[in-house]
């Protein structure tokens, strides 16, 4: 009796219906990014059985007080993957994201912050007022305002309450009345400019800066604000006032031994962003304060040497130092004397070196601001040309110091015009 013929071994059926469906959130990556977020989520769950949370938000801060924003992005972005809501986190990446330029993904992290806690912590809506521009920028301050009013009334309370004696909490985002001015002078900023033909813009402008003063009466970027906002107004000689006032408050910090070395430290934390000095130094030159202006400038090109503007501006100041030595001498009809004669050659060849060393970085940065350049240009013209030097070698005399004209008091000459 003939055997029946084997048939083939059937396979198992899969419990498929039993098994997680660990693959579900890759649907539609392509084999590279599923590798990645596989990677991801194991070195997530690695972290967490390494690191709390907070333990990664102070690696964060050690990595963001030594500059090292590339690993404390990456420290910050773990603490957010165990914590997606916490608010500390948030702001760290906000801040992390700026600092490196990537203006989106610092947005999100600080809208994100805004929708988890609208009401605590004025900080993101700085941030965001500075990514912002224009009426934007405007609403984002005014609400980061409100929350700093509020949390100022609760801290003085709170304050009354437990004594005045007691430690602040330190969980607790402490303003200050500084935080306050430096946020009103944002504000009047921006009518200063983005919306400085906004119907009312200068009554407001001015409203923004006296808020600031009250809150911080002497806070030097307050102080030239006001001095900005008098020179727009041609009140040119109260705004020289405050001018001076607010540079006072910071320039010795840059001039070692003029001041004892604690009220230098106190001065260091007050000289203002590169930027608003740049200003500063625009300012000086058109209220015809020459000695100053070139202190400020030398300060800026110790710190940073690649700024055309500053170079521009240094070789302005001394064509305008220049010419009023020129005009003083005429006036008074002195005979030249060999050491004036030496003092105009001087100050001819360090403006010389100074507009020559700007156009040079000029093209070497690829700048695209022509009316700058046509002004180096006429200035080079009147004091003889480019100075001529090996490529590569720095054309200006690294010892000389422009001199003084504290003692001259001639015609001003003409106005800046950049």
Same mark, same amino acid.
């Given at each position: 009796m003939g055997g029946q013929a084997k048939g083939k071994k059937k396979s198992k059926p899969k419990r498929k219906e039993n098994r997680p469906n660990t693959d579900a959130g890759?649907?539609?990556l392509s084999p590279q990014e599923r590798m990645k977020l596989r990677a991801r989520e194991k070195a997530k769950k690695k972290t967490a059985e390494k690191y709390s949370v907070q333990q990664l938000l102070e690696k964060t801060e050690e990595c963001m007080d030594s500059f090292d924003f590339e690993m404390a992005g990456l420290f910050c972005q773990r603490a957010l993957d165990m914590d997606p809501t916490n608010l500390l986190a948030l702001d760290m990446q906000g801040h992390i994201c700026s600092e490196l330029g990537d203006t989106q993904k610092a947005k999100g992290a600080f809208l994100c912050a805004v929708e988890l806690s609208p009401d605590v912590g004025h900080s993101k809506y700085m941030y =965001?007022?500075?990514i912002h521009s224009g009426q934007e920028a405007v609403d984002y301050y005014t609400k980061g305002i409100q929350v700093l009013l509020s949390a100022l009334d609760k801290q003085v309370q709170t304050t009354a309450q437990a004594g005045a004696a007691s430690p602040p909490d330190e969980d607790t985002e402490l303003p200050t009345a500084k935080d306050v001015c430096v946020a009103y002078c944002s504000m009047a900023e921006i009518y200063l400019t983005d919306l400085c033909m906004e119907e009312g813009a200068a009554d407001k402008c001015k409203d923004f800066i006296e808020r600031a003063l009250q809150y911080c009466h002497d806070n030097p970027e307050a102080l030239q604000l006001m001095a900005s906002y008098l020179?727009?107004?041609?009140?040119?000689?109260?705004?020289?006032?405050?001018? =001076?006032k607010s540079v006072a408050l910071w320039l010795p910090a840059e001039k070692p031994g003029a001041v004892s070395s604690s009220t230098e430290e106190d001065m260091q934390n007050e000289i203002p962003p590169y930027e608003s000095r740049v200003t500063t130094a625009k300012l000086l030159i058109e209220s015809?304060?020459?000695e100053t202006a070139v202190d400020v400038l030398e300060g800026l090109l110790e710190e940073d040497d690649e700024v055309v503007q500053v170079w521009y501006l240094s070789g302005w100041v001394c064509y305008l130092q220049f010419e009023k030595?020129?005009?003083q001498q005429e006036?008074?009809?002195?005979?030249v004397m060999e050491e004036y004669t030496e003092e105009w050659r001087a100050l001819k060849?360090?403006?010389r070196s100074y507009l020559t060393n700007a156009k040079k970085l000029y093209s070497k940065l690829r700048c695209d601001d022509q009316p700058m350049l046509e002004h180096v240009d006429q200035l080079l013209g009147d004091l003889g040309g480019e100075l001529e030097g090996e490529e590569g070698d720095p054309v200006l005399d690294e010892d000389y110091e422009p001199c003084s004209d504290e003692d001259e008091e001639g015609d001003a000459a003409a106005p800046m015009e950049h």
């Open positions: 890759f649907v539609g =965001l007022g500075q020179f727009s107004t041609e009140r040119n000689q109260e705004g020289k006032e405050y001018l =001076l015809e304060e020459y030595a020129k005009e006036v008074e009809g002195k005979q060849e360090a403006g």
